[in-house]
């Protein structure tokens, strides 16, 4: 590495309170300058430009699966075969692609072209079968599709992606400018009345903006639903540390595609949703860590950030984009916070809670960039218009991503408690006979199709009804799916995502694996589908971090639902 | 620190202070609680999940390694939930790793075997899965068996936060998480410096003393302890006789200071020199350009001998006394009052300057 990749890691290390943080953006550094592979000899001068020791540089890069420690070909072909994808012919693709290019998963093309794997959710459920191309994602694809992407990177020339996606609002609050075009621009933006509740913020005190989110009861959509005025209440008073805000881009948990539609399309929006919420806590500096796979969103969002900067929004507050690089898990957010601390993304034992011991060891508030996107309308517009939106408790707008076996998947904005029947015929109706639907992204119980009625999508009736609303991804099975199939998809996920600290996570999740293996191989015994039962109770609560919960929850309500199917896969065997 | 709480474990009331854990405050109070990835003077892990409890009366399972204590806290260390999940997490262990005891240099000394015996588990529910590793035979001090390896990350807490060496960590992710030194390197072929801390902090065969490999069972072992004869730290250590003879060096952190359980490598694996062949038995004199066996009487009175007749023909700053780090404070004081008092001279140095 020469000089010039020093200063520009140092440039990166500035953004940071600890140098130590800067070791993920350098290693993307080595990597882009080194055909997108790092040699064990990048890691080591990395590890030295950052100062770290080298088994920590080696153990952070072996465990985002963005950093090649093999060679790649020229164009990596990366097919999400996650659940949306599953469920809309990724596996085709892949087979297809194993044909066309004569390699299995994994392999290389001779002449060091392509090299194909099979990846998990990349955030682009509504679009699936969707392939990543070194940066770049192909969605909407189909099997013509592939064949000419193929054929014009065989020529050296990466097309044109078709950005296609369906879309619509009842709120017009989180995608009223979904529709424009050039909303990313602040011109735009500001013509639609952006960054008036943020004018409005800095005539207030700090405590009021905090009392007017705890009035709004607005709860987190980034799957807990915990009410955000709460935890920001948590904020330990006469502290003399710095307060940290960090806005969760993540967007891993598959079914969920919703953040990126605002920051995609409307980032200055999330970006006034920081700006006000970190003056509400005494933040001067925000992080927003966004899922490496979006690189083309970061760009968006820092270019927006650059725009307020200028514009003179961003005085009080500094905001750094923080790229991940491959880690369901880091979307945990002391998993995340572990990650800009330029770790690997090993969840933290709780308590301390992040409020009172987070980022640098100092109070930490992270949210959802749903949840903070809903902060300019409460600060502009009031609680009483923010709480007409909703239902008793669950208030609001929220985004809910369709994906699946539907006509038209998409991200459609509804107030929460929308009946779910409504939100599927607006996204074009099932297609084919519907066996049951998974509401609330992949870490909720599923639902059999007898079992929605009237749903309604909020958090404390999908309780009702035995599951979660999660993020929201409502993901839409119809009866040409296999549960065991589906089951066993879930848990190759799972077990491919735990970070590997805890024994319930690590082993149970690869046991349940293995056991499923058997099952849907037809080697299976009904006693096979007990210990999965039992396991998968045991789980429940006893890992280190709420993941074992996220596959424990789905796999058991899959086999318990579902056991004829599971019974069947091992009388034919 | 400092506050005084009062909580309930197995329905006893209990005073602890505030920052206490659960686990310390239960030992404190003689209540068993398994632990394994739990090791003294390193931060909790958590990782393990065999030291859980249940507090209240909703079910809530916790870490007691990192759970600290609160006012009215109600625990329960052994209910059947705990007991569930203490089991499962156990027979997951067993059955994700090569637990074949017969030829595990841990056997009778293994904080997993104790577990599944304190378990009482007659076999896992789940099918073995050998992960396959090949043991790690490139060095002669520390062999490593990563098929026995528990992912408890001791080694790594003791060699990162303790030593301070940072040559472990863990690499990979998933169920193959892997603890390693950098680019998954043999230790001879990494920054290690032998110290073998890791060793003693590894509760399960993963991690052993190669040279005492077959050298006796642990229930055979006979611990010594005594100060490291290397320098003048004057580290406490243990050897470990079998037979009449020091097998190895283990350590013991309640022996606290100067080294607090932890040794270098020369203290750790040094002690071979003991019954070596070529050590001197007795003093030697060179006589006729030929070195030959001599009693002490003989040797000290030569040394006298030769000392008077030097001081009294060139001076006494004709001799100079160069003393050795290995000495004891004690013994080095004396040298210099030695070459001081008797010699009369203060040409004396130490081995430490060179
Ligand atoms: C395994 C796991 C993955 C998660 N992934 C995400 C994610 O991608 N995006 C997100 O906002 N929250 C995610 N969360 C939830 C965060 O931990 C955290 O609760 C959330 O960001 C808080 O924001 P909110 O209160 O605004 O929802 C995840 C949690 C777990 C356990
Ligand atoms: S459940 Fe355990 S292994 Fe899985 S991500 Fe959480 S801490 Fe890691
Ligand atoms: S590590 Fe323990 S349980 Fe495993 S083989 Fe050795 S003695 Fe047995
Ligand atoms: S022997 Fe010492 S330096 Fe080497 S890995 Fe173990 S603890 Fe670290
Ligand atoms: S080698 Fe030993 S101490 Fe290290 S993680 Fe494995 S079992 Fe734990
Ligand atoms: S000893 Fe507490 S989790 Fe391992």
Sequence with gaps: MNEETEERVSE???????????????????????????????????????????????????????????????????????????????????????????????????????????????????????????????????????????????SGKMPEPDTFSNFGTECNILLKNRGISD????????????????????????????????????????????????????????????????????????????????????????????????????????????RGEFRWIADILENAIRQAKKDGQLNHVDIVVHRGAGSYVCGEETALIESIEGKRGNPRVKPPFPANVGLYGSPTIVNNVETLSCVPFIVEKGVQEFKKIGTEGNFGPKLYGVSGHVNKPGVYEYPLGTSLKVILETAGGVKGNLKAVIVGGLSVPILKADEIGDLKMDYDSCAKAGTMLGSGGIMVINDTMSIPELALRTINFYAHECCGQCVPGREGSKTIKVLLGKLTSGEGTIENIDTILDTCDTIKGLTLCPTGDAFAMPIEAMVAKFRGEFEDLVKRG | ????????????????????????????????IPTLCYYPNTKPAGACRVCVVEIGTAGKLEASCCTPVSPGMVVQTNTEKVMNARRMVAELLWSSGNHNCLQCEKNGDCELQDLIYELGIEKPRFEIDLPGYEIEDTNSMIQRDLNKCILCGRCIRVCNEIQVHEVLDFSMRGSHTKVSPAFDADYIDSECVFCGA?????????????????????????????????????????????????????????????????????????????????????????????????????????????????????????????????????????????????????????????
């Design chain 1, 12 to 154: 990166l290390a500035n953004l940071y309170p600890s140098r130590k943080s800067a070791l993920m953006p350098a290693l993307e550094i080595a990597q882009r300058k080194n055909n997108n592979f790092l040699s064990n000899e990048d890691i080591k001068e990395v590890a030295k430009i950052v100062g770290v020791p080298n088994s920590r540089a080696f153990g952070v890069t072996t465990y985002y699966t963005m950093y090649n420690t093999k060679p790649v070909g020229k164009y990596h072909l990366q097919v999400d075969t996650n659940i949306p994808g599953f469920l809309s012919g990724a596996y085709e693709i892949v087979e297809h692609l194993k044909k066309k290019l004569g390699i299995e998963v994994g392999g290389t093309t001779g002449d060091g072209l392509f090299t194909l794997s099979s990846v998990e959710d990349l955030g682009s459920c509504g679009t699936c079968p969707v392939v990543q191309v070194n940066d770049t994602y192909y969605e909407n694809l189909t099997i013509e599709k592939v064949d000419e992407l193929v054929e014009s990177l065989k």
């Design chain 1, 183 to 290: 909303a990313t621009d602040i011109t735009v933006y500001k013509k639609g009345g952006g960054y008036e509740a943020l004018k409005k913020t800095f005539k207030m005190q700090p405590s009021e903006i905090v009392d007017m989110v705890k009035g709004s009861m607005i709860r987190g959509r980034g799957g807990a639903g915990f009410p955000a005025g709460v935890k920001w209440g948590f904020l330990p008073k006469d502290n003399s540390r710095p307060v940290y805000l960090i806005c969760n881009a993540d967007e891993g948990e598959p079914g969920t595609f919703k953040d990126r539609q605002i920051m995609q399309y409307d980032p200055h929006l999330m970006i006034e949703g920081i700006a006000i919420s970190a003056y509400a806590i005494g933040a001067e500096k925000a992080f927003i860590y966004i």
């Design chain 2, 1 to 32: 620190m400092g506050n005084k709480i009062s909580l309930t474990i197995d329905g006893k009331k209990i005073e602890a202070s505030s920052g206490q854990t659960i686990l310390e405050i239960a030992k404190e109070n003689g209540i068993h």
């Design chain 2, 198 to 354: 890791c060793v003693d902090a590894c509760p399960v065969g993963a991690l052993t003393f190669k040279q005492a490999r077959f050298k006796g069972r642990p229930w055979e072992m006979k611990k010594v302890r005594t100060t490291c004869p290397y320098c003048g730290v004057g580290c406490q250590m243990d050897l470990n006789v079998s037979d009449g003879k020091v097998v190895k060096v283990t350590t013991n952190m309640d022996y606290g200071k100067p080294n607090h359980g932890m040794l270098c490598s020369k203290g750790r694996f040094g002690m071979n020199f003991i019954d070596n062949s070529d050590r001197l038995k007795t003093p030697l004199i060179r006589m006729d350009g030929e070195l030959k066996a001599a009693s002490w009487e003989e040797a000290y009175g030569y040394i006298a001998e030769k000392f008077a007749s030097i001081k009294e023909k060139d001076g006494p700053d004709s001799i100079a006394g160069l003393s050795s780090a290995r000495c004891t404070n004690e013994e080095n004081y004396l040298f210099q009052k030695f070459m001081r008092a008797v010699i009369g001279t203060n040409n004396i140095d130490h081995c430490a300057r060179l």
